[in-house]
């Protein structure tokens, strides 16, 4: 064989080479495919396996069969009662009709882009219908449905079928949660000052009770004592009285004694009196009627 001739049968062997890897192609378990001839498809290939296709003028596109996530940024929605949520959600959808979504999206990182904004748009068309009471409450369930079924019927025009839709979060802006924390403070703040002053109001209330009823007590046991004193004040002078009359000069000689021990004590000022006077008419006497 001259070198001729093996150049020109190495170039049909490579030729025939590149036309069979250029005619087969596998699909996997976890893909599906188009076969395009100039741009346009011709078949959907949903069978794992060895396949064929016109060399040169077909070509394959590959999709994935599996259930995927989309985790799109957290977005901010107003409820119907005005108020503010930063919504988080995530969404498991998987491409069902691929000649459908070749002819909407073309790629799966375009599918993402449209599919993430179906999600956004029926959380807001959902959400700005219902208020945050709601939103906390049993009704949260029917809510999740709704969106997961408004979800379904936009994505199923991108020949992608949603499986499920949920929101992992639902906070309040940063800037809120300032407010209403700045607010709660500020509630807090007041209700003690209520409270330190009702407590203060009453406070002085028992005080002046207590101050009130001191002085009543005071008083009544002061007029009890004075009553008392005044009875034992009678009581000693009829007992007086009695021992003088049954004793005149005893009584007398018994006064004495006492002025003495008054008049006399370590205590007692400076006097000065007539020894003739009275004050000592028993002064170094005997007791009357001793020995």
Do not use: H
Not at 6 to 21: E, N, Q, R, S, Y
Not at 268 to 278: H, K, N, Q
């Amino acid at each position: 064989m001259s070198d001729k001739t093996k150049i020109i049968f190495g170039a049909v062997v490579i030729g025939l080479l590149l036309v069979v890897l250029n005619s087969v192609y596998v699909v996997s378990q976890v893909e599906q495919a188009i076969v395009l001839q100039f741009g346009s498809p011709v078949r959907v290939v949903k069978e794992a396996g060895l396949k064929f296709k016109i060399p040169f003028i077909q070509n394959v596109v590959f999709y994935d069969n599996r259930l995927l996530n989309l985790d799109p940024p957290a977005q901010e929605v107003v409820l119907n009662d005005k108020k503010r949520l930063d919504v988080d959600s995530f969404t498991r959808y998987r491409i069902i009709d691929p000649l459908r979504f070749y002819k909407t999206v073309r790629t799966e990182a375009q599918a993402r882009s449209k599919l993430e904004e179906i999600v956004n748009s029926s959380l807001r068309k959902i959400l700005g219908r219902v208020t945050l009471p709601e939103l906390l409450s049993q009704k949260r369930t029917q809510i999740m449905a709704d969106i997961s079924q408004a979800v379904k019927i936009d994505a199923e025009q991108i020949g992608v079928n949603v499986a499920d839709v949920r929101i992992r979060r639902a906070d309040l802006p940063i800037e809120v949660l300032q407010a209403i924390n700045a607010r709660m403070k500020a509630e807090r703040e007041r209700d003690a000052k209520e409270f330190r002053a009702t407590g203060q109001q009453e406070a002085q209330k028992i005080r002046a009770t207590a101050e009130k009823e001191k002085t009543v007590i005071i008083a009544e046991a002061e007029k009890k004592a004075q009553i008392i004193r005044g009875q034992g004040d009678k009581e000693a002078i009829k007992i007086w009285n009695d021992a003088a009359g049954v004793d005149p000069e005893f009584f007398a000689y018994y006064r004495s004694l006492e002025a003495y021990k008054k008049a006399l004590n370590d205590e007692a000022t400076s006097m000065v009196l007539a020894p003739e006077g009275e004050f000592f008419e028993y002064f170094g006497k005997t007791i009357p009627g001793g020995k």
